[in-house]
């Protein structure tokens, strides 16, 4: 596609139920990011995907926060037992990855989500 | 470590310059970069600035950048409604698994 999209655009769940997010990358970028933006909290990073490989999970705030790439290319972001703290809008974000002149991230509208 | 602060809002009145200020603790950046975000949507990059440069100008926008003090700023001439937007500092480094680190965004408020 011609840019990253991202589904559901919203997503409205119960406290305890697990929910996935989708990402679909531009085509072609190796490197794939997702952020976690909260009202008052500014952008808070996640996780990252080189390829199919996470080299770095350190923003994951518990475990019941996964995600996964297939195909070096959809990701999944998937948060089990959600609490209200989960409420927030998470966004993704692509690029072209190592030996990109400034490595510009491409991101997604984000998915909204509200634990009610 | 690493870490980017930013002041969350600026008010400023149509049609004078807006200026956005950063400021970062790691001086290993390669890139230094300016993203923006309107309602409702991702974010965007703005501009960038190559770590051994002190000035980039592009139309409206002046990013200063004074790697002494780890100060960057982004200056917008003659603000505009459509300004009107989170502007998100934001740097990267060289061998660092392609990760950006960005600072929480200021909110730009345009004054009629």
């Known amino acids: 596609g011609a840019g990253v999209s991202q589904s559901p655009s919203n997503k409205v769940t119960e406290k305890g139920k697990d929910v996935e997010l989708r990402c679909d990358p531009i085509s072609g970028h190796t490197a794939l990011y997702w952020y976690r933006q909260s009202l008052g909290q500014g952008l808070e990073f996640l996780i990252y995907?080189?390829?199919?490989?996470?080299?770095?999970k350190s923003g994951l705030p518990s475990d019941r926060f996964s995600a996964e790439r297939t195909g070096g290319s959809v990701s999944t972001l998937t948060i089990q037992r959600t609490q209200q703290e989960d409420s927030a809008v998470y966004l993704c974000a692509s690029s072209l990855g190592s030996g990109a002149i400034h490595n510009e991230q491409f991101f997604g509208p984000g998915t909204r989500l509200t634990v009610l | 470590g690493e870490d980017v602060e930013q002041s969350l809002f600026l008010s400023v009145r149509e049609g004078d310059s807006s200026v956005i200020n950063c400021t970062y603790t790691d001086s290993s950046s390669t890139y230094l970069y300016w993203y923006k975000q309107e309602p409702g949507a991702g974010l965007q990059l703005l501009t960038y600035i190559f770590s051994n440069m002190d000035m980039k100008q592009d139309q409206r926008l002046t990013v200063l950048l004074n790697k002494k003090d780890k100060h960057l700023s982004l200056r917008i001439a003659d603000t505009q409604t459509g300004d009107s937007a989170i502007y998100f500092c934001a740097e990267s480094f060289m061998n660092r698994d392609d990760k950006i680190i960005f600072g929480k965004g200021t909110r730009l408020h345009i004054l009629p």
């Open positions: 995907f080189q390829g199919n490989s996470a080299p770095d």
